[in-house]
């Protein structure tokens, strides 16, 4: 094989895998199913989609090994929200509103901008190399989920599960819909604290004292609350005050949710614009008065003079006019964190509005108890308690969405604001017995993207069909996602799932962790630290890099700092790495971690792996050309240790998997591959490899354990380096691996408890502890590998002398030694480097080999040399002006220095006190 060039071989490989089939479900073993988290179909592939689906693949090719009938379904979500959103920019740059286009017209283009941009999240999953069954690819708005949405919509508006109510909700004033907790994205932010006097209602010069950070809403206060274990206040509660600038009064009320140490204890109650006061406000039957209109200016509902003004300027004008009156007692800095539109960016208010909602708690109980049985199992455990916390305290569902691109809202409206549900308007003159002529309209509203997503398990099958998809593979087996995704997404899924196939969606839920960059920061575009995957699977250069990195930045400062930052950290791009090192790097830091920091040093160190691996099976097959496997085979103990090795491999890899444990897997395999089948193996089997004396069945034994032990190494990575073990598996020869036409359906290895080998383990470990331990003393002591160097033995017992004369050639290859001597238990000592295995100690003879007092004053010269650099490192690191000024990663890289050479002066103080001992 030439060298290894992934890109040579890892898309060819794809598509000659999708082209067969494999990825369909196939054999009578056993279901094994995963819905695909439906990205949006206008997506691209971020590190977090990257790597939950790497981490999906690894199952599912794990299982379709396993022998079961695997199915990974696909599909693709419409993202309501930020594809109209995309289109209405487009528009935008042509001058038109989509008001202006209408609603049919609109929605053409939008499916026009489906077709024309839906490719590419696709493309890249078959880049990643996640094998999903394409061939039942769905989408959230094509004919048969949409059938199924107007199933559930209609089943639960007839059992009193779904009504139209007025109610506060997230409001995007830019997008004018409401919005879900999940679009909304909280960032601390700087602004004021105003405190101001509410005067009491028939006293002079007496106030309540309230604090706010947006003035504006006390046009539309209701009440003044404060505990009603507040002494200072008791008295008062029931009286009213004066609310300035509107003429009107509002009582003082006493509620539980009022914190007495915070503030004065005292707080304006605005049941239209704040959460916690709507709650507030519903348990004291207050007055809800909506001050906003949909684009956040104010409404008619404020005095004369701030209707129509954008909040911003109300909230300057409220602050003024209240300051010229005398009651703003101070006014406070204030860092507080500001709710804003994940797509438009702008600040999203709580908004009385009338919307479509689900009755959730009856939905939810069932879903409790489902967890609460162990019906769905949460890895890890702790991940629960989100989900606990969130239904426990589970409020009502916004379904609707102030939009055209969705699922329309199947609900017809009379001229006299009767409501009537169905699948269809011709349902819905049958169902409610309506003439022909009485002219109806469709609610113009679309439901929220959440909703059809959560039906998205049996949905994608087939359901409300009763299909042979959806009776074998739901319940499906796992759901891998994100912590944040737990309220929003998963539990919809569980509650939905429950009601309307008496299943759960799942049966467990594998949680991870949010992929930071190196240092535990958020990816972001005003950070400057995202990459892209196909960045590191294809190779970027540094101007493309920057320019992605600070393409649409509004301050040319910011964009001036990442270009400067990106270009230090990448002078030379990202270099095409391919998938498989990407993918071995997310299984490495796919701990139970909350947060996981990828380090582009671990994808060089898996490419490094990679090309380990590589290079290793050239080796073999360099070796065991024209392999004849017919004959006697006798196994040298390096052989049978090996697949001893594997086979302990094997178990722990098999576990790993079997407990979600991917860190653990793919440890084990690099540890197997590169400590000891490259290094240690291939290296003990050279001597019968090249050795004149060795007989034909000793030949033929190690080369058919090269062979055996490779192909069931590369059978054990598959479900991680999916492309390397294909390429390599497919030059094995058949009478090894089989006729099978590729790696992926053969079976997975799992351990062989006969053959693991207890005395070879423990002879090779003799001998890697004599071999290592001569390498440590050269090391330590500078003597070069091709200087010859005497070898004694000494206080070793029978067993270490059987050893000795067992494996004397072997050892003579590994070390090169000028002899190997065992010394009798009562010999003269000469002086000489020593170094432990069990209570045997080797020596190395130190005269003739290094000049003890020339050696001893080099070491002192390199000591003094790096101390003094050591010492302007740690100045550095001392100074507040180099690490406030400097950027992050120069003062980083500045203490990894300081921590090298501290090591590094260490390690040669501790080797001149060992020169000096001798």
Known sequence: MKKYQPQEFEQTWYEKWEEAGYFAPSGNGKPFSIAIPPPNVTGALHMGHAFQHSLVDSLIRYHRMKGDQTLWQMGTDHAGIANQLIVTEQLAAEGIKPTDLGREKFLERMWSWKEDSGGTISKQLRRLGASLHWETERFTLDEGLSRAVLEVFVRLHEEGLIYRGKRLVNWDPVLKTSISDLEVESEEEQGYLWHFRYPLVGKTQEFMVVATTRPETMLGDTAVAVHPDDERYKKLVGQQVALPLTGRTIPIIADHYVDMEFGTGCVKITPAHDFNDYDIGGRHDLPLINIFN????????????????????AREAVAADLEAL???????????????????????????????????????????????????????????NIYFAWMRDIKDWCISRQQWWGHRIPAWYDDDG??????????????????????????????????SSALWTFSTLGWPDKTEELETFHSTDIMVTGHDIISIWVSKMIMMTLK?????????????????????????????NGLDPMDIIEGISVDDLVKKRTDNLMQPRMAARIEKA???????????????????????IASRARTIRFDMNRVEGYRNFCNKLWNAANFVFMNTEAFDGDGEQVLSVADRWIKAEFQKTAAAVNLAMETYRFDLASKAIYEFVWAEFCDWYLELCKPVLNSDTAGPSE???????????????LRLAHPFLPFITEEIWQQIPEDIRGTARTVMLKQYPEADETLIDEAAITDITWIKEVVT?????????????SKPVPVLFYNGDDNDKRLLEDYRSLLTFLIKPEQLTMLANDATLPVAATHLVGEMQLLVPMSGLIDKEVEISRLQKEIERLSKERKRADGKINNPDFVEKAPQDVVQKEKDKLFDLSSAVEKLQQQKVRIESL
């Open 566 to 588: 990106t270009r230090r950290e990448f002078p030379e791009g990202i270099r095409a790495y391919g998938t498989d090192p990407l993918r071995f790097t997310f299984y490495s």
């Open 418 to 451: 009767n409501i009537y549900v169905a699948r269809s308007e011709k349902e819905v003159r049958e169902k409610y017995d309506l003439a022909d002529d009485l002219a109806l309209s469709q609610d113009d509203d679309v439901l929220d993207t959440w909703f």
């Open 326 to 384: 005398g009651l703003v007692e101070k006014v406070e800095d204030h860092r507080m964190a500001v709710p804003r539109g994940e797509r438009s960016g702008v600040v999203v208010e709580p908004f009385l509005s009338d919307q479509w909602f689900v009755n959730i708690k009856p939905l939810a109980e069932p879903a409790i108890k489902a967890v609460e049985d162990g019906d769905i199992e949460f890895i890890p455990k702790q991940a629960e």
């Open 500 to 528: 309307f196939t008496g299943e759960v969606p799942f049966r467990k839920v594998y949680i991870h962790g949010l992929v930071t960059d190196a240092d535990g920061q958020k990816m972001s575009k005003s950070k400057g």
């Open 699 to 713: 030949l033929r034994g190690t080369k058919h354990t090269l062979l055996t032990v490779l192909e069931d190494t």
């Open 294 to 313: 949909e684009d956040a200016t104010l409404s008619e509902n404020v005095p004369e003079k701030y209707q129509g003004m954008d909040r911003f300027d």
């Open 773 to 785: 331990g001569i390498r440590n003393i050269r090391g330590e002591m500078d003597i070069p590998l």
